[in-house]
Nanobody
Framework: VQLQASGGGLVQAGGSLRLLCAASGGTFSNYRVAWFRQAPGKEREFVAYIGKRGVGTYLADVVKGRFAISRDNVKNTVALEMYSLKPEDTAVYYC?????????????????WGRGTLVTISS
């Protein structure tokens, strides 16, 4: 499956963005999907995941209450809604898909990765 992330941009602190991960080349509902991010000079970190049929979502503590993840298995997309953005949310955001049965926060369990989309939050 091929993944393409989009929707990044420059936003002021307190603003919102909606990232979209579009999939092609596979049966999308066979994959659990996650968002990860990597800030400059830092390691990649988990942001959120959603189960294969949208059942089961989990967000990292640092974004809980501000971000939401959803998916549309007809349109083959996963959205990451981001609100109350902070400068520390600045990063390249990646979507990833995994075929395993268990939802996880571990990047190594995701088989397919899209090219990232840059999110920059100004203070």
């Amino acid at each position: 499956v091929q993944l393409q992330a989009s929707g990044g941009g420059l936003v002021q602190a307190g603003g919102s963005l909606r990232l979209l991960c579009a999939a092609s080349g596979g049966t999308f509902s066979n994959y659990r999907v996650a968002w990860f991010r990597q800030a400059p000079g830092k390691e990649r970190e988990f942001v959120a995941y959603i189960g294969k049929r949208g059942v089961g979502t989990y967000l990292a503590d640092v974004v809980k209450g501000r971000f939401a993840i959803s998916r549309d298995n007809v349109k083959n997309t996963v959205a990451l809604e981001m609100y109350s953005l902070k400068p520390e949310d600045t990063a390249v955001y990646y979507c990833a898909a995994g075929s395993g049965a268990r939802n996880t926060t571990q990047s190594g369990t995701y088989d397919y990765w899209g090219r990232g989309t840059l999110v920059t939050i100004s203070s």
